[in-house]
């Protein structure tokens, strides 16, 4: 498939989700890419269960524009079913499936027959796919005394995952493990596949759940996640039951562990390509990310690199005088200045005079993070938006209240008086542009 044609096909299959204008940010973020470190899809056992057709058309779907993910399964429902069909009872220690001789014979054959059925499925549909229920993941025995033949990875091989890939091929790979000597052992679905992602280093990770995302203690799924400004307010909360915040604190070592650019996605299968390829994405995104600094003026900054964000964030220049002219109330910039905001002080109100995050920064939920982070230190607050912004969903969600013109739109929080909503309105409808057409 040529990139035009490529191109074209993203367009047409996610126009419904997305702009033209994000579509075109990541594919040429993904195309970028080595083949092998685009990402890796953890799927889960009941997800094989109850989702498969979803599954095999998001692969699908990715296959058809270029990309080949490595997806590893597990099966633990099934394992569940198929034990006690044949009269195993379940021992589980410390959440690890105690695992003897006919518990491993079971293991495998449900490992193999799901590993399977995928494969199929997805060749049924067209799609070229590898079945790997072997050869991957070398182990050592956890502890044998207390676990059975349970195994924690010891090294990844990856020669059969790049012959796959190398034609195009996406390797479908069972979590399942052989010691040194050729013994096989079972292993932790989410052990095996955070070995995996250790050793390719993948762009993206995706955990594939029936949930759609980490979930709040509303039981609303929570869109991204900072790790740099929001892991310790995160683990403080009330809310996070045992589960996801074991679950938390592994993506926050395994993001550690990989390059600032790797990210986590946690989502439904029908919702992969769009929390892929657009900005709002589907599910919860989870990324190292960036700290935030706030400074109160510009000798703290490093004013070319913030004029340069500024710039290419708007797509227009600078008016020459305007870090002479602008006194800044609070300045919130990423450690990388790849987001900012730039806030004034307006007749005893604080104004927010831009907000950029770069294109590569885009989608990643960096702006979400430093919104917060200022958010958190600023009550009170102004600021305007042309009508045709597309940020304005964003502003809409974020404000108490908003007053639509034909050339700004308004928005405040915290305002509660009518006389400084009045200030707010009057300001911002005069206030002269900084930034050149």
């Given at each position: 498939?040529?990139?035009?044609?490529?191109?074209?096909?993203?367009?047409?299959?996610?126009s419904?989700?997305?702009?033209?204008k994000?579509?075109?940010?990541y594919?040429k973020?993904?195309?970028?890419?080595?083949?092998?470190?685009?990402?890796?899809v953890?799927?889960?056992?009941?997800?094989?269960?109850?989702?498969?057709?979803a599954?095999?058309?998001?692969l699908s779907?990715?296959?058809?524009?270029?990309?080949?993910?490595?997806?590893?399964?597990?099966?633990?429902?099934?394992l569940?079913?198929?034990?006690?069909a044949?009269?195993?009872?379940k021992?589980?220690?410390d959440?690890?499936?105690?695992?003897?001789?006919p518990?491993?014979?079971?293991?495998?054959r449900?490992?193999?027959?799901?590993?399977?059925r995928l494969?199929?499925?997805?060749?049924?549909?067209?799609?070229?796919?590898?079945?790997?229920?072997?050869?991957?993941?070398?182990a050592?025995?956890?502890?044998?005394?207390i676990y059975?033949?349970v195994?924690?990875?010891?090294?990844v091989?990856?020669?059969?995952?790049?012959?796959?890939?190398k034609v195009?091929?996406i390797?479908?790979?069972?979590?399942?493990g052989e010691?040194?000597d050729?013994?096989?052992?079972?292993?932790?679905?989410?052990?095996?596949?955070?070995?995996l992602?250790k050793?390719?280093?993948?762009?993206k990770?995706v955990?594939?759940t029936?949930?759609?995302?980490?979930?709040?203690?509303?039981?609303?799924?929570?869109?991204?996640?900072?790790?740099?400004?929001?892991?310790?307010?995160?683990?403080?909360?009330?809310?996070?039951?045992?589960g996801m915040?074991?679950?938390?604190?592994?993506?926050?070592?395994?993001?550690?562990?990989?390059?600032p650019?790797?990210?986590?996605?946690?989502?439904?299968p029908?919702e992969?390509a769009?929390e892929?390829?657009?900005h709002?994405?589907s599910?919860?995104l989870?990324?190292?990310?960036?700290?935030?600094?706030?400074?109160?003026?510009?000798?703290?900054?490093?004013?070319?690199?913030?004029?340069?964000?500024?710039e290419?964030g708007f797509?227009?220049?600078?008016?020459?005088?305007?870090?002479?002219r602008?006194?800044?109330?609070?300045?919130?910039v990423?450690?990388?200045?790849?987001?900012?905001?730039?806030l004034?002080?307006?007749e005893?109100?604080?104004?927010l005079?831009?907000?950029a995050?770069?294109?590569?920064?885009?989608g990643?939920?960096?702006g979400?993070?430093?919104?917060?982070?200022?958010?958190?230190?600023v009550p009170?607050l102004f600021?305007?938006?042309?009508p045709?912004?597309p940020?304005n969903e964003f502003?809409?969600?974020?404000?108490?209240?908003?007053?639509?013109?034909?050339?700004?739109n308004?928005?405040?929080?915290?305002?509660?008086?009518?006389?400084?909503?009045?200030?707010?309105?009057?300001?911002?409808?005069e206030?002269?542009?900084t930034?050149k057409?």
């Amino acid at each position: 498939m040529t990139m035009t044609d490529l191109r074209t096909t993203i367009v047409r299959l996610l126009s419904n989700m997305a702009s033209a204008k994000e579509i075109q940010q990541y594919l040429k973020r993904f195309s970028r890419l080595d083949a092998a470190r685009f990402a890796v899809v953890k799927v889960g056992g009941a997800v094989l269960r109850d989702q498969l057709d979803a599954l095999v058309s998001s692969l699908s779907f990715l296959q058809q524009v270029g990309l080949t993910p490595l997806v590893v399964h597990g099966a633990g429902p099934q394992l569940d079913e198929q034990m006690q069909a044949a009269g195993i009872e379940k021992r589980t220690i410390d959440n690890l499936r105690y695992t003897d001789a006919p518990v491993l014979a079971v293991v495998r054959r449900v490992m193999r027959q799901e590993n399977l059925r995928l494969v199929e499925a997805l060749q049924a549909e067209g799609v070229r796919a590898t079945s790997i229920q072997s050869g991957v993941f070398e182990a050592q025995y956890l502890d044998q005394a207390i676990y059975g033949l349970v195994g924690k990875v010891a090294r990844v091989d990856t020669d059969g995952i790049q012959a796959a890939i190398k034609v195009g091929s996406i390797p479908v790979i069972a979590s399942l493990g052989e010691t040194a000597d050729g013994q096989i052992v079972n292993i932790n679905a989410d052990w095996a596949a955070n070995e995996l992602i250790k050793t390719l280093q993948p762009y993206k990770i995706v955990f594939l759940t029936g949930t759609g995302g980490l979930l709040d203690g509303d039981g609303h799924v929570i869109d991204s996640i900072n790790l740099s400004t929001e892991y310790d307010e995160l683990l403080a909360q009330p809310w996070l039951h045992s589960g996801m915040r074991v679950k938390i604190e592994q993506i926050h070592d395994l993001l550690m562990a990989l390059p600032p650019s790797s990210s986590v996605s946690i989502t439904r299968p029908d919702e992969l390509a769009k929390e892929l390829f657009t900005h709002r994405g589907s599910g919860t995104l989870v990324r190292r990310g960036e700290k935030i600094r706030c400074e109160t003026s510009w000798d703290a900054l490093d004013l070319p690199r913030l004029q340069t964000l500024i710039e290419s964030g708007f797509g227009r220049k600078l008016a020459p005088d305007y870090f002479e002219r602008t006194q800044p109330y609070r300045v919130f910039v990423s450690e990388h200045y790849r987001a900012a905001l730039l806030l004034t002080v307006e007749e005893g109100i604080p104004h927010l005079d831009k907000f950029a995050v770069a294109d590569d920064a885009q989608g990643e939920g960096l702006g979400r993070a430093i919104w917060h982070v200022m958010r958190n230190d600023v009550p009170r607050l102004f600021w305007r938006a042309r009508p045709e912004n597309p940020v304005n969903e964003f502003y809409f969600e974020e404000a108490d209240g908003c007053i639509k013109g034909e050339r700004w739109n308004v928005f405040w929080y915290g305002l509660d008086a009518f006389e400084d909503i009045r200030i707010a309105v009057e300001h911002c409808r005069e206030r002269p542009a900084t930034l050149k057409p």
